[in-house]
């Protein structure tokens, strides 16, 4: 069966340090990968695209990687702050998808001081 | 633009009774989608639409729900009869189609959300 998966275990990282979430993937072949930053009692709110032939993708303090033979998407957030405390969710685009996202259950991500 | 708009942002009723959810999407977007959000199963997509016309509703869960896209500024989510386990955020999230090779392909836009209670 088809799954996408991330840490269902919230993260705790000192400020500071570098966040590193995982999402995992079975049964799919993706041509993008989406992550998406979701706060508490608001919608998702797009953060960073990989396509399937793209090695790495960087925005300012945020990383995406995307090994499509490990079949495995790393989100890195550098520097953290009290302010990158959410949850981020991972989403899959199929080749031939029709512009359709199938979303991961997201990891909950807590920066402390 | 304002962003989607969804309403109402909060709906408490009664197992049995109808419920209407709607959503303007954002002006010149082309692609519309309902999602369902729980603890247990996530985000779940629904239906969605292009150009007003529904592409995939395997999402769906079954004949209670059904969804319109009259024209491409308003969309409703219809549930009837509604039942407790129908409680869930319902999203309504809008995406404009720039071509395989823009950097932000099919980035969707979500609305605020849509809290249904049913008791």
């Known amino acids: 069966s088809q799954k996408i998966e991330q840490n269902s275990e919230a993260l705790n990282i000192q400020e500071g340090k570098t966040a590193t979430l995982t999402c995992n993937y079975t049964n799919y072949s993706p041509a993008y990968l989406q992550w998406y930053r979701q706060d508490p009692g608001r919608g998702p709110v797009f953060l960073l695209l990989?396509?399937?032939?793209?090695k790495e993708k960087r925005k300012e303090r945020l990383k995406v990687t995307f090994d499509t033979t490990l079949k495995q998407s790393l989100f890195h957030i550098t520097a953290s702050q009290p302010a990158d405390s959410a949850t981020y969710l991972c989403?899959?685009?199929?080749?031939?998808?029709?512009?359709?996202?199938?979303f991961g259950t997201g990891t909950q991500l807590k920066v402390e001081l | 633009d304002a962003g989607v708009i969804q309403s109402p942002r909060h709906e408490v009723t009664e197992m049995g009774q109808e419920v209407t959810l709607r959503c303007k999407p954002i002006?010149?977007?082309?692609?519309l989608f309902w999602y369902r959000q729980t603890m247990m199963r996530g985000l779940e997509l629904l239906i969605y639409?292009?150009?007003?016309?529904?592409?995939?509703d395997s999402g769906m869960p079954e004949d209670r729900f059904s969804a319109k896209m009259p024209n491409a500024s308003f969309s409703t989510l219809k549930i009837q009869p509604s039942e407790p386990r129908d409680s869930a955020v319902y999203f309504c999230?809008?995406?404009?189609?720039?071509?395989?090779?823009?950097?932000?392909?099919?980035?969707?836009?979500f609305g605020p959300g849509t809290r249904l209670t049913v008791l």
């Open positions: 989403a899959l685009e199929l080749t031939g998808g029709g512009n359709k996202l199938t």
């Open positions: 990989i396509r399937e032939n793209e």
């Open positions: 999230a809008s995406s404009l189609y720039g071509g395989s090779v823009s950097v932000t392909h099919n980035e969707q836009f």
């Open positions: 002006s010149g977007h082309d692609y």
């Open positions: 639409f292009n150009n007003n016309v529904p592409i995939d």
